[in-house]
C-alpha cells in the first residue's frame, strides 16, 4: 500500500516559467491538502481538495497559483510565472476522511527557483 | 482565528536525557490536537493525536502528550531520548466539531537535537 507520492522530488524552475507539482494520495483517500514550507516558518496551508471540488482555497496566493484534483489521476499544483520568493518545500497530505484521522504526509517537492 | 504557538525552536539534549517540547494553542471551541515530525527531507509522520477521552495519549515509540485545556497546551514530553529522536517537530490543531474545515493549522517546530 504506497503512501501519498509526490513527484518530482525536486524542482528547478527559470523565473518566469511554470511549475507543475503532483500529487497521488492513498489508495482509498479522498481529501487532499496542499501545504508550503519556508524556513523558519512551518507549514502554511493552502488548499484543501476532493475529488473535482475545491473545498477551501482561504490559503491559496490570489495569482499564478492553482490546484485541482480530477476525477481521474492525481492532484496537481500549479504555479505559473514563477519568482524567487516560490522557492520552498510544497507538501501534498491526504486523509480517508477529515482531519480527525490525521494526514499522511508526501515526502515534497522542493522548488527551487533561478 | 486559531493560531499554535511553539515556544522553542530548537532544543538540543542529551542521549538519555528527558526532553518536553512545549505547545499552546488559541480557540475558544473544542480541537482536535496533533504532534508530527519530520525527518531530514522527508515528509511529516503523525506521531500521536487528541480528539477526545482521555487527556494523555502516547505513541509506540515512547512519546507522550498531554492535552490542557486550561491552559491551552499539548506539550509532548519523552523521558528518555535517543540519538535516534534527532527531527523536527510539528504541533497542530484543527477545530473539533467535524466540520467543513479540513485544513490543519501547524506550529513552526521545533528541532530536537540529540547529542551523545
Known amino acids: 500500500n504506497a503512501g501519498v507520492m509526490q513527484n518530482p522530488r525536486h524542482l528547478v524552475r527559470r523565473r518566469g516559467q511554470e511549475a507543475r507539482l503532483r500529487c497521488s494520495p492513498m489508495?482509498?483517500?479522498?481529501?487532499v491538502y496542499w501545504y508550503r514550507q519556508l524556513p523558519e516558518e512551518g507549514l502554511k496551508f493552502m488548499v484543501y481538495l476532493q475529488k473535482e471540488n475545491i473545498i477551501d482555497e482561504s490559503g491559496m496566493p490570489k495569482e499564478r497559483f492553482s490546484a485541482e484534483f480530477p476525477k481521474e489521476g492525481p492532484s496537481i499544483l500549479r504555479i505559473q510565472q514563477v519568482v524567487r520568493g516560490d522557492s520552498a518545500a510544497y507538501f501534498c497530505?491526504?486523509?480517508?476522511?477529515?482531519?480527525?484521522?490525521?494526514?499522511?504526509f508526501g515526502s515534497g517537492t522542493r522548488l527551487t527557483v533561478v | 482565528a486559531q493560531s499554535v504557538t511553539q515556544l522553542d525552536s530548537q532544543v538540543p539534549v542529551f542521549e538519555e536525557a528527558p526532553v518536553e517540547l512545549r505547545c499552546n494553542y488559541s480557540s475558544s471551541v473544542s480541537v482536535y490536537l496533533f504532534w508530527y515530525v519530520q525527518y531530514p527531507n522527508q515528509g511529516l509522520q503523525l506521531l500521536l493525536k487528541y480528539l477526545s477521552g482521555s487527556t494523555l495519549v502516547e505513541s509506540i515509540n515512547g512519546f507522550e502528550a498531554e492535552f490542557n485545556k486550561s491552559q491551552t497546551s499539548f506539550h509532548l514530553r519523552k523521558p528518555s531520548v535517543h540519538i535516534s529522536d534527532t527531527a523536527e517537530y510539528f504541533c497542530?490543531?484543527?477545530?473539533?466539531?467535524?466540520?467543513?474545515?479540513?485544513?490543519?493549522?501547524f506550529g513552526k517546530g521545533t528541532k530536537l537535537s540529540v547529542k551523545p
Open positions: 497542530a490543531v484543527n477545530k473539533g466539531n467535524g466540520g467543513s474545515q479540513g485544513n490543519l493549522i
Open positions: 489508495k482509498g483517500h479522498s481529501h
Open positions: 497530505a491526504s486523509s480517508p476522511n477529515r482531519v480527525d484521522d490525521g494526514y499522511t
